[in-house]
């Protein structure tokens, strides 16, 4: 075979698949002078080796020694390859090369296009949780899928930003911190709160409480756990003061009035006492005044009216009352208690009574016999037995006092009244007796409380 039969052919190398087909490469030429047909502008493809021909040329030199294989029209190739390879050169494509290429094609197309999709739904997020912070790739479209898909729970007081109904996009932060609880004693009102600071210190200021010299039942720093935390806060308040007529403000956080009370440097003795409870919880603003209290009891004797009975009597002319029992007054003895608040007297207050002597009743005759309607109609009575009774049947007889005298003991003025002259004394027993019977005539025996009971003898 001379060299001329191989003068052009086509370079597939070392098991490669003809032109056309997948894997196949493109067509060139293999020739002992590549210069002419680079400027003929055909490619030209390196030799496989120095000085020797590529593989292919030594394939078709055993395949034209042997005799078994059948050779065509043009030049003695196996039937058909000769063929396709003109037609490829030719710029013709077998129709089984186009149905082997088509589906590869599409199926690079699709490759390519999914790949293209999936680098789009991919998103580099920044998670922090309660602080702790990491990158991550997610596929997730909102801010609640992402939680989801990594296992985040929240609740009603913890915070997510930005919210969970938020889309992503590559390159968000998505922050989550958790709700605490905190059971807050704030000037000693008791109430529960919720702050997703990590410390004292962030808890009051994400409240808003002012710290600045306020008493804090734990240090500014110490870390709130998500079980929560019970925290005593008492702020800063200004506190008045009025004590011996004084008057202090002071700045303070304690827990009680009387505390504050110390801290002015006001000191309780004794019955003292403030105008509000000194264990209440002093507010700002307020105005506590101290009360300085002395106290002493005091033993007061009253005396109990005696009840009187009167008894009628038919013996007894009318108008004429005999006292059979003298009434005596009782006794109630009563221990106050008076208290003395900045000098000022206050009312008395009883602490304890005590009946010393019951009273005792007055029995009094009350006479309903008719009176004499002259002195004539008094003859029947006992004058000289009231006379004996009233002045010892001394006509002249004269009470230790000087204001009653005679015999029936008559007092001046109602001596007069019965129309005597003088002293009823001086007058001689007729008419002193005269006299007398005219006062029974107009009173009865009342003039003679004691005696007048001997007239009936």
């Excluded at 290429?101 to 580099?124: E, I, N, Y």
């Excluded at 998670?127 to 997730?140: C, E, I, K, Q």
């Excluded at 109430?191 to 808890?203: C, E, I, N, R, Y």
Aim: hydrophobic content about 35%; charged content about 25%; aromatic content about 6%.
């Amino acid at each position: 075979m001379s060299k001329s039969q191989y003068e052009t052919y086509e370079a597939y190398g070392l098991g490669a698949a003809p032109p056309g087909e997948p894997g196949g490469a493109l067509p060139g030429r293999y020739d002992a002078e590549p210069a002419a047909h680079a400027r003929a502008g055909e490619p030209v493809l390196p030799r496989q080796g120095a000085g020797a021909p590529p593989a292919e040329e030594a394939r078709e030199h055993r395949d034209h020694g042997s005799a078994d294989l059948p050779v065509d029209g043009d030049g003695g190739e196996p039937d058909g390859r000769a063929a396709r390879r003109r037609r490829v050169r030719g710029g013709e494509r077998p129709e089984s090369a186009v149905r082997r290429l088509l589906p590869q094609a599409l199926v690079v197309a699709f490759l390519a296009g999914g790949t293209t999709a999936f680098v789009a739904k991919d998103k580099a997020i920044e998670l922090s949780v309660d602080g702790n912070r990491r990158t991550l790739h997610t596929f997730a479209d909102d801010v609640g899928e992402l939680l989801a898909e990594e296992g985040v729970r929240v609740g009603a007081h913890d915070m997510v930003a930005p919210a969970p109904g938020t889309e992503l996009t590559s390159g968000d932060e998505v922050a989550v911190r958790y709700g605490r609880p905190l059971r807050l004693t704030l000037d000693g009102r008791r109430q529960q709160v919720w702050t997703t600071a990590h410390t004292v210190a962030g808890a009051l200021e994400q409240l808003g409480v002012r710290a600045e010299g306020a008493y804090l039942s734990a240090s500014r720093s110490r870390r709130i756990s998500r079980a929560g935390l019970a925290l005593d806060v008492r702020t800063e308040r200004a506190v008045t003061v009025m004590a011996d007529g004084r008057t202090r403000t002071v700045r303070t956080n304690a827990a009680t009035v009387r505390e504050v009370v110390e801290e002015a440097g006001i000191t309780l003795r004794g019955q003292d006492t403030l105008s509000v409870p000194g264990d209440s919880f002093p507010r700002d603003g307020q105005t506590v005044t101290v009360l300085r209290v002395t106290g002493r009891r005091e033993v007061h004797e009253e005396p109990i009216p005696f009840p009187a009975v009167r008894i009628t009597d038919p013996a007894l002319f009318q108008g004429t009352e005999v006292v059979t029992q003298p009434g005596r007054p009782g006794l109630r003895r009563t221990v106050y208690y008076v208290r003395t608040v900045n000098g000022v007297r206050q009312r008395p207050r009883p602490e304890s009574t005590e009946l010393v002597r019951a009273p005792r009743t007055q029995v009094v005759k009350v006479g309903t016999r008719p009176r004499p309607a002259s002195v004539h109609d008094t003859g029947p009575l006992d004058w000289h037995a009231l006379a004996v009774c009233e002045s010892g049947a001394r006509p002249d007889a004269v009470d230790p006092s000087g204001t009653y005298g005679g015999l029936y003991q008559f007092d001046t003025r109602t001596w007069h009244s019965l129309g005597g002259r003088g002293r009823p004394q001086d007058a001689s027993p007729e008419e002193q007796t005269y006299r007398a019977k005219k006062l029974y005539v107009r009173r009865g025996a009342s003039p003679w409380p004691h005696c007048g009971a001997r007239l009936r003898g």
